[in-house]
């Protein structure tokens, strides 16, 4: 049972559109994490969320957390070819804070 | 500042064969992590450690061992390889429970 649900699994776009891609699950989590991930590379941390309802931007970048804490998303405004990569969405869980990842949004934006 | 490395970063093995991997960070954190990364599975949790000394299963520890030695350190032993350990091994270090640091990864493949 995945228990972070991320959507879409791939997404193809052109230079200039816009995007969101989607976290979901039915768990509460205390805080949710995003990272980027480039081909041959670990991944990086781009954004933490902690509180329900709590917007974040980075740049192009909006970061959303649910209410309820127990989904996110991710928003790009006219993506850019630097913007390709793999987008994880990471939630944290239990008393020793471990990670929970979904399986990742890979994105591929076109010049 | 290196943050985290690993060692090696490609490595083919026959099955039954044994090898370590080697985690390296020099931020000072308590926490570290192995992760392996398959096609479609994103990242899971083999076994981490929360300090100089300890180790405790994550999601997937079968087939594997953990020592944690040293603060620097965490490593990774297959003592004996199946091809179903044919991976990407991620190692992680972290401070706060808000981040992770990841190293670039190794390749393993067993035949």
């Known amino acids: 049972t995945q228990l972070l649900e991320q959507s879409p699994q791939f997404l193809s776009i052109q230079e200039g559109e816009n995007l969101t891609v989607y976290c979901n699950s039915s768990s509460v989590f205390s805080s949710l994490q995003w990272y980027r991930q480039e081909p041959g590379e670990g991944p990086v941390l781009l954004v933490t969320v902690v509180t329900g309802g709590e917007v974040k931007k980075l740049k192009r970048l909006t970061f959303q957390f649910g209410d309820a804490r127990k989904d996110s998303s991710l928003h790009i405004t006219a993506a850019q070819p630097g913007d390709t990569g793999l987008y994880l969405c990471a939630g944290v869980r239990g008393s020793q804070g471990n990670l929970i990842f979904g399986k990742g949004t890979k994105l591929s934006v076109k010049p | 500042n290196a943050g985290v490395t690993q060692t090696p970063k490609f490595r083919v093995l026959k099955t039954g064969q044994s090898m370590t991997l080697l985690c390296a960070q020099d931020?000072?954190?308590?926490?570290m992590y192995w992760y392996r990364q398959d096609p479609g599975m994103g990242l899971r949790l083999i076994h981490y450690?929360?300090?100089?000394?300890?180790?405790a299963k994550g999601e997937v520890p079968d087939g594997y061992n953990v020592s944690r030695l040293k603060k620097q350190n965490f490593l990774l032993g297959l003592e004996s390889a199946a091809p179903s350990q044919t991976s990407v091994y991620f190692c992680?270090?972290?401070?706060?429970?808000?981040?992770?640091?990841f190293g670039p990864g190794t390749r393993l493949t067993v035949t």
């Open positions: 450690s929360v300090g100089e000394g300890t180790t």
């Open positions: 931020m000072n954190h308590e926490y």
């Open positions: 992680a270090s972290r401070k706060t429970v808000y981040e992770q640091y």
